[in-house]
């Protein structure tokens, strides 16, 4: 079993609630072109993207942003921290992103402390929370554990 790895700088959640570290001197952009099949990507289709902006590929520009944009349309989660605060970038914030988020926070919460600030962004807008408070509930009505979606840890992109 894979263990959550509450001291990394960011995360990619799947659609189906595998939660995979972005190491340190790794970006989320990486992560996708060492698997693009697990994000819905070919070599070629993220190829095409960064020529068709005049980038390199992995350069953190306008093709990155594309792909980001298109993977997390598909439910994927982005999650990075940002000085003392951890931002959650996401197309909307549906019960089971609630689910997933809630599931970081109780994990995270003891590591970091109550009041770390957690930013949550999505086309809709932002809000911002303390981790205590998503731990609590803040979100929306905590489910039990058996109902709940939990995050399951994974150690590579190729086990998306």
């Given at each position: 079993?894979?263990?959550?790895?509450?001291?990394?700088?960011?995360?990619?959640?799947?659609?189906?609630?595998?939660?995979?570290?972005?190491?340190q001197g790794s970006t989320?952009?990486?992560?996708?072109?060492?698997?693009p099949n697990a994000f819905?990507?070919?070599?070629?289709?993220?190829?095409?993207?960064?020529?068709?902006?005049?980038?390199?590929?992995?350069?953190?520009?306008?093709?990155?942003?594309?792909?980001?944009?298109?993977?997390?349309?598909?439910?994927?989660?982005?999650?990075?921290?940002?000085?003392?605060?951890?931002?959650?970038?996401?197309?909307?914030?549906?019960?089971?992103?609630?689910?997933?988020?809630?599931?970081w926070a109780t994990r995270?919460?003891?590591?970091?402390?109550?009041?770390?600030?957690?930013?949550?962004?999505?086309?809709?807008?932002?809000?911002?929370?303390?981790?205590?408070?998503?731990?609590?509930?803040?979100?929306?009505?905590?489910?039990?554990?058996?109902?709940?979606?939990?995050?399951?840890?994974?150690?590579?992109?190729?086990?998306?």
């Amino acid at each position: 079993m894979n263990n959550f790895d509450p001291n990394a700088p960011a995360w990619w959640i799947s659609p189906q609630g595998k939660i995979l570290t972005v190491e340190q001197g790794s970006t989320h952009i990486q992560k996708v072109i060492d698997n693009p099949n697990a994000f819905g990507y070919t070599t070629e289709q993220i190829e095409d993207i960064y020529h068709s902006y005049g980038e390199a590929v992995g350069t953190e520009k306008k093709a990155r942003e594309e792909i980001i944009r298109d993977i997390l349309s598909k439910g994927w989660i982005r999650i990075r921290k940002n000085g003392f605060c951890y931002s959650f970038q996401l197309n909307a914030l549906s019960e089971i992103a609630k689910n997933y988020i809630f599931d970081w926070a109780t994990r995270m919460v003891d590591w970091v402390g109550p009041l770390v600030q957690v930013n949550i962004n999505t086309k809709m807008g932002d809000e911002g929370y303390s981790i205590s408070d998503i731990a609590g509930g803040a979100l929306g009505k905590e489910a039990s554990e058996q109902e709940r979606n939990t995050l399951v840890p994974i150690s590579s992109v190729f086990d998306f």
